[in-house]
């Protein structure tokens, strides 16, 4: 299997065995069964590229309509944690310079996910944790709409650190690993 299909096949893999199969995100199973989920494994691995990389996502979508949302996939060069949380405060600026504020909004995925005053090792981590750190562009126009629809929006992170939390973060290792086919 090719690089970016083992990536891609991977990633598909904790959006149907985590994300939706434990509901993390009440939104993804509607878009699983559409098939319109993008996945684009970027193979840059210099911040300059990735950004323009992500603008280019954000084009290829605003003429895809049938694309609801991207899982913008970086395999290298991201694999800090640190440098990866860097790299999302200058997303959110090119997507602010770009005019695409209130346009597209990210959510953000990484192996080494960790809220800020969190232990490492602590279950609620696993909300966020991801087989490669991944932008998630979301369309805001079709958020609003899914939250409008929602009973009681705010309560989907609290409900997933509980969940988290029951389960433990053994768990999610083994399901982490499972995705990756190991």
């Not at 993008?38 to 911040?47: A, G, L, N, S």
């Not at 060069?77 to 999302?88: I, P, Q, T």
């Not at 969940?163 to 399901?175: H, P, T, V």
Request: proline fraction near 6%.
């Amino acid at each position: 299997m090719h690089e970016i299909d083992m990536i891609t096949q991977q990633t598909d893999n904790w959006v149907k065995k985590v994300i939706m199969k434990y509901n993390i995100c009440p939104f993804a199973r509607r878009e699983v069964e559409r098939g319109s989920i993008r996945y684009h494994v970027v193979e840059q691995t210099k911040v300059k590229p990735v950004l323009k990389a992500l603008i280019e996502e954000c084009q290829y979508l605003d003429t895809h309509p049938d694309a609801e949302t991207t899982l913008f996939i970086l395999p290298r060069g991201f694999e800090g944690f640190y440098a990866f949380l860097d790299l999302v405060d200058l997303a959110n600026d090119e997507l602010i310079d770009n005019e695409y504020e209130g346009v597209y909004q990210l959510a953000t995925f990484h192996p080494d996910y960790c809220f800020d005053g969190e232990p490492q090792d602590a279950p609620a981590n696993f909300t966020n944790r991801a087989p490669y750190p991944t932008l998630h562009i979301i369309r805001e126009a079709s958020m609003e709409l899914a939250l409008a629809s929602y009973t009681d929006p705010e309560s989907i992170p609290e409900r997933n650190i509980a969940f988290c939390e029951r389960k433990g973060s053994d768990f999610f290792i083994k399901l982490l690993a499972e995705c990756m086919g190991k």
